[in-house]
């Protein structure tokens, strides 16, 4: 049997019956809907890009945008040269996608921490790029620190644990940090019409 009619057995045995032909075509029309609601108000397609600013699109960042928009790191790398893979456009993506989805899940269900730590796999790929974009001064100083890239030796902030983001990391280390604010809540145009013509509660 080939594979294209084992697709269409499959298919239709997973078709409802005649009676719930309605309900589910509203069904996925709701789940279609808010889908599309929710990647734009949360403004999903800016984590394609490599702007900064995207990342305080979550508040608990504003520290780490803050120390770095005031660090040396500022005027050659953003966010993305440092916390994402640059062997291919696969890994890249693929990684920004399992670790947005990580920071999405735990920001949405108050999960983030008081002092917001690097985890593993993030550490891992910020010693890459250190490495990577430091290879020439690694090299004339006969560095051995690129071992860590294979899980020996240190990892470079070891020695610079104030680049970029400075050694206090908490949620209110940078209280006056110079940041981009939130934009307003990016609501359809006819959503957001319908919302304020509706009357306050009344208490």
């Given at each position: 049997?080939?594979?294209?009619?084992r697709?269409?057995?499959?298919?239709?045995?997973?078709?409802?019956?005649?009676?719930?032909?309605?309900?589910?075509?509203?069904?996925?029309?709701?789940?279609?809907?808010?889908?599309?609601?929710?990647?734009?108000?949360?403004?999903?397609?800016?984590?394609l890009?490599?702007?900064?600013?995207?990342?305080v699109?979550?508040?608990?960042?504003?520290?780490?945008?803050a120390?770095?928009a005031?660090?040396?790191?500022?005027?050659v790398?953003?966010?993305?040269?440092?916390?994402?893979?640059?062997d291919?456009?696969?890994?890249?993506?693929?990684?920004?996608?399992?670790?947005?989805?990580?920071h999405?899940?735990?920001?949405?269900?108050r999960?983030?921490p008081?002092?917001?730590?690097i985890?593993?796999?993030?550490?891992?790929?910020?010693?890459?790029?250190?490495?990577?974009?430091?290879e020439?001064?690694?090299?004339?100083?006969g560095?051995?620190?690129?071992?860590?890239?294979?899980g020996?030796?240190?990892?470079?902030?070891?020695?610079?644990?104030?680049?970029?983001?400075?050694?206090?990391?908490?949620?209110?280390?940078?209280p006056?940090?110079?940041?981009p604010q939130?934009?307003?809540?990016?609501?359809?145009?006819w959503?957001?019409?319908?919302?304020?013509?509706?009357?306050?509660?009344?208490?």
């Amino acid at each position: 049997m080939s594979v294209i009619r084992r697709v269409f057995f499959l298919l239709k045995a997973l078709r409802p019956p005649p009676r719930w032909h309605i309900g589910v075509i509203a069904a996925a029309g709701v789940f279609v809907g808010l889908s599309a609601l929710t990647f734009r108000v949360s403004r999903a397609s800016s984590y394609l890009g490599d702007n900064p600013a995207t990342c305080v699109n979550c508040h608990v960042m504003a520290p780490q945008y803050a120390t770095w928009a005031t660090s040396s790191h500022a005027r050659v790398a953003t966010c993305n040269d440092c916390h994402v893979p640059h062997d291919s456009v696969i890994k890249k993506y693929g990684f920004k996608a399992y670790d947005g989805s990580r920071h999405a899940f735990m920001f949405t269900f108050r999960m983030e921490p008081q002092v917001i730590r690097i985890h593993p796999p993030g550490a891992k790929v910020v010693q890459d790029n250190c490495v990577r974009c430091h290879e020439d001064l690694l090299a004339e100083t006969g560095s051995v620190l690129a071992a860590t890239a294979h899980g020996t030796g240190q990892a470079c902030w070891d020695c610079h644990q104030g680049v970029p983001h400075g050694r206090v990391n908490s949620l209110s280390a940078v209280p006056d940090g110079d940041r981009p604010q939130l934009a307003p809540l990016n609501l359809p145009s006819w959503l957001a019409e319908q919302l304020s013509e509706t009357p306050p509660p009344q208490p």
